[in-house]
């Protein structure tokens, strides 16, 4: 049925919300390269006939590449032990597959990780060592942890709270898919994992909306926030009042953040309770539109 | 207001759900009194005046330090490496509060451990070594590895995929709570993080409704099982109907388990679609009622 219903690809990807730093006008312009880049890079795949998650993946990747101003892969804030621990998730809306990684710390491309769990693991979600070790035997590049750790993050340039990368796409045959990349908050405790790697909390995608969210963690966590939106979306509401509701209840519980959510028939919506979120939409045959706050 | 509304105190317990297992009448008496002892401990704490969180946790610690049939604290399954890697989290329906731990290895109780979070860390979810030290600050006894590994479990004599152990309970002030420990699912690989830590898939509370949740948890996270029946409440669903669609949503993904759900108004669902769940109720001055399948 999907593979006959020609839709117009979408994807959106997001860089994170948090507050307005000072320093915001000298760093928009990269933000806004990185994000241009890595919705063209999704969009390529989309052209080139790939399905939503191959999409959605590509453009997580181009960002955790980038290693100045977004919070994954390489660049990501550091724990309180001065380590970076990464995690990341991604759905497919078809078939609800999914695969998630937690608390790596060699693993250059955690979304490819994640990825590498949908399609190779029988699980949903590994963490820490093991992880690592089933991304490298799936091929994915290791690094030494020292690799992760720039020189930016050390000294603190680079503002609290931001940077959480995330991408949904939609492809021309309807398919969904969602991907959210992180290196977690700033100060973090070793081992905590917050929403991103979480299905259903940072990330989502079914046959109706894909969902990737970004603020704080935990409370987005308690609110369920990713698949409290699709909830919604399957209750009747419209994407954007769905998505509106969901920040709002996370932020009954004392959080703000950001999402990014595409419905299956092409309704986005992009909505922030922060002070900013750097956030950006590629749709088929259209120039990249990108904001960064 | 919640605390001038008194209600009928109720607590559920689970010790999973699985196949039917040959064995399963020679050992049915052990388990019912396993959930017998629980439900009372549980129920103790709720006639004491204590609220749902304490009386779930209360439930939950009693089938974690059954070491014969049921999957949580020692005699947990064996992991592919031979080891034992527990999680556990909880849930507090009044203001969302939830804590959690993963890949535990040493810590006698891991849903202990999970309230230690809860109370006394900024995270949600905290995973591998650093989850065992927290419990260890918060003075949650510490075992080494071995001390899990049962010879039981060492001889595979316990079936596979049954007793990860749940509770959920409604205080006289009308607040719910929901607990769920495990020692995951055997053979899982190391690393591996199932429904049972995860918010709104293994486990859920709100003001509205408690889950606890059992079976194969790949699927439970791609439903984002205990989160759906929450949110199907709160659609106008019957609490009944809202766990049956769950399981069906559940089952649709090619999976098959079994949760304990309590609504506010003191609503009971104990529905499973595997072979069999160890189940059981206890209610403010009547017998506990249990089933071992």
Redesign the interface.
Known sequence: MSTLRRVQPVILVHGGAGARAPELAARAAAIERALGEALRRGGAALDRGGDALDAAQAAVMCMEDEADFLNAGRGSVLCSDGGVEMSASL?RGRD???GAM??LRTSRSPIAGARAVLER???????????DA?ADAAGIEQRPPAYFITERQQRRLVQDGRGTVGAVALDGAGGLAAATSTGGARG???????DSP????GT?ADGRVAVSCTGD??AF????AA??LA?RVV?GEALAAAAAATLDDVAS?GARGGLIALGADGAVAMPFSAEAMARGVWRAGAEVEVHAA
């Open positions: 759905m609800r597959a999914a937690a608390l693991s029988p699980h949903v979600l590994l963490a820490g060592p093991a992880a089933l973090q405790a070793a081992g905590r994992i917050g979480l299905i259903g909390a989502w963690g935990e966590i308690r609110a369920a698949h409290q909830g209750a519980l």
